[in-house]
Each structure stands twice: as structure tokens, then as C-alpha cells.
């Protein structure tokens, strides 16, 4: 989803977070005028962000590396979800935002199979619209999965999504509105596993509405993000996904070609190649600290202890 994201907000809290403000970004609307000619100097690189935590820190990752590496940076954090995030892209309000493969090939062709790591990196140029291009794509993987408590998944013997449809009438879930209507969202969970639920409650992207609501019962299932320190604090389950209905969802950088000179190529290619699942794991963790560090510090530091 994310990501047709999400749409994993102000930092996180035990989880990938409470909304959070866009550093170096325009305030609480980060795209304010963006429709208006707000388009960064050919010289300067705008980053923009989804409005979910990893996506921020990712965003911070970026910015720190290329700010090293000499190019001018801005940021515009906590735009939206792809639905608004895209189309700043498309006109020039934004330059560069951290990705997932798998969404990111859906949002654009809708009728992919594609779902290995490498048959949708293949497929991505093909689908991408022209003037938009990725680089490289890291071996950290951050999926939709659909996430139950324990108490539900012993309930149902479920261990799988397959496992639980049979029951899904029973069952409300909670996830991001774009789920609704995302190929791998609800439509995705009918066509491959039948499963129909009860009802669907508008939240976020796997984050604090939905951890809440998770707890509390509101909910009994939840799209939620596999990189999600909460989901193992909380004893819960992540159903597996036989059928495939959520594609590899590697992380790497979305870009405007005519910004993709070859200093920001290398810099950010040489972060995918260091950026792995445990570490994305990690990151998330410590964005989760109770003292809630700045995610830009927390980006420094892992730039710093990767040598880049």
C-alpha cells in the first residue's frame, strides 16, 4: 500500500510514528503553492517525504548524504500519501522522495504481476511516467502485510491470510483510507483470497490510530508496515501472504531525471547499497525511543556508522 503507500506522523511513538513536521519543509502544508510555480531553482534538489516516520527518516537520509556530497538540499516533509505526493513531482514542487518498489509499480500499471524484487525493479522504468525515474533499489524491504493480535490468529488457526478469509466476514479492518481502493488493498485481499470484511475503519498508515484501535479491539486485523517495531513488542502476528497479493517492496529513491546528475546517482546509490531490512528495523526502533529524537539525527548517525 504504502505506500500506494502509503501512506504511512511528528516523530514515532513505539511505532513508525506520530505525524511529524516537515523539516526544512513550509509548515503544516508543506506543499503550500506548489501548484503555483513553486518549482525548487534548477540548482537545488527538493526532497519530500510521505506522512509516515520511516518515510521522514529515509527523507532526512537522503537529504544529510547529498548535502555532504555538495548539492543544494530543501526538504518538504509530511506531504501525503502517493495520491498527493506524485503530483508534486509531476510539477516540480518536490524533486526526489524515498520509495517502495512494489507500490510504486502498481500505482502507475495497475494490471502488474510483477512481484520478485527483481521482476518489479525490472518493470518499474516501463511504467514510470517520462521525466520521473528510480535509481538503484536497496536490499531493505519495508511491505504492507495484514497484522492480527495473537489472541485472533489462535482464534482462527490463522497463520496466513488464506488462513483467516473464511472469517474475514467477521472481522473490521483498519488501515489507511488509500486501502480502500489500492490494487493490493481491499480489491487485492478480495480478488486473491475472497476475503470480504465486516467493515472497514479509516485510520493511517499502520501507525498510531491503527496501533491504538489494534489494542483496543475497535479492529481485528490492520495493514500494517512489516518494519513496524510495535508489531513484535506487541506479541502480534503478520499473516503470510502465499498468494503474493503485496509485491516486493524494496526501498530506493524516486526522482526527477533532470535533477539525477551524476553526484546525487552515486550518493544515493551508495546509500541503497548499505541499507538493509535489519537496519530499516533498527532506525525505526530508535525514532521509537522515548526521549524522540530528531529524525535527522537519527539519519546523521546511521550515515556516520556507514561510513557514507
Known amino acids: 500500500m504504502k505506500r500506494t503507500v502509503a501512506g ?18 513550509s509548515g503544516s502544508d508543506p506543499l503550500a503553492g506548489g501548484n503555483s510555480g513553486s518549482q525548487s531553482p534548477s540548482d537545488t534538489i527538493t526532497i519530500g517525504s510521505a506522512n509516515f516516520a520511516e518515510s521522514q527518516l529515509l527523507a532526512e537520509i537522503y537529504a544529510a548524504a547529498l548535502t555532504k556530497a555538495g548539492v543544494k538540499v530543501s526538504k518538504k516533509l509530511n506531504i501525503g500519501s502517493r495520491e498527493t505526493y506524485i ?5 516540480g514542487s518536490i524533486d526526489l522522495i524515498p520509495e517502495y518498489s512494489g507500490t510504486l ?3 502507475f500499471d495497475k494490471s502488474a504481476t510483477a512481484t520478485s524484487a527483481d521482476d518489479v525493479y525490472a518493470a518499474l522504468p516501463k511504467a514510470l511516467p517520462s521525466g520521473l525515474s528510480v535509481l ?3 536490499a531493505a524491504e519495508d511491505k504492507d502485510a495484514v497484522v492480527v493480535t495473537k489472541e485472533t490468529a489462535d482464534k482462527y488457526n490463522a ?6 478469509a473464511p472469517h474475514c466476514g467477521d472481522l473490521v479492518l483498519g488501515a489507511a483510507p488509500e486501502f480502500q481502493k489500492r490494487p493490493d488493498g481491499v480489491p487485492g485481499l478480495l480478488k486473491n483470497y475472497n476475503c470480504t470484511f465486516k467493515d472497514f475503519k479509516s ?4 501507525s498510531t490510530l491503527t496501533v491504538a484501535a489494534l489494542k483496543q479491539g475497535s479492529i481485528q486485523a ?7 517495531p510495535t508489531i513484535t513488542n506487541n506479541g502480534w502476528v503478520v499473516l503470510a501472504d502465499p498468494k503474493f497479493n503485496f509485491a516486493a517492496q524494496n526501498v530506493l529513491p524516486l526522482i526527477n531525471t533532470s535533477k539525477a546528475s551524476d553526484t546525487v546517482k552515486k550518493t544515493l546509490n551508495a546509500i541503497s547499497a548499505k541499507l538493509d531490512t535489519k537496519t530499516l528495523v533498527d532506525l525505526n526502533g530508535k525514532l521509537g ?19 557514507l
Do not use: E
Open 159 to 164: 497463520k496466513s491470510i488464506a488462513d483467516l
Open 289 to 307: 525511543a522515548p526521549d524522540k529524537p530528531d529524525p535527522a539525527k537519527v539519519a546523521a548517525d546511521w550515515l556516520a556508522s556507514a561510513g
Open 87 to 91: 503530483p508534486a513531482l509531476k510539477d
Open 222 to 228: 490492520a495493514d500494517m508496515f512489516t518494519t513496524d
Open 105 to 107: 509499480l502498481q500505482y
Open 8 to 25: 504511512l506522523v511528528t516523530v514515532l511513538v513505539a511505532a513508525l510514528g506520530l505525524t511529524a513536521c516537515g523539516g526544512g519543509g
Open 136 to 138: 538503484d533499489k536497496s
Open 203 to 206: 485510520l493511517d498508515a499502520g
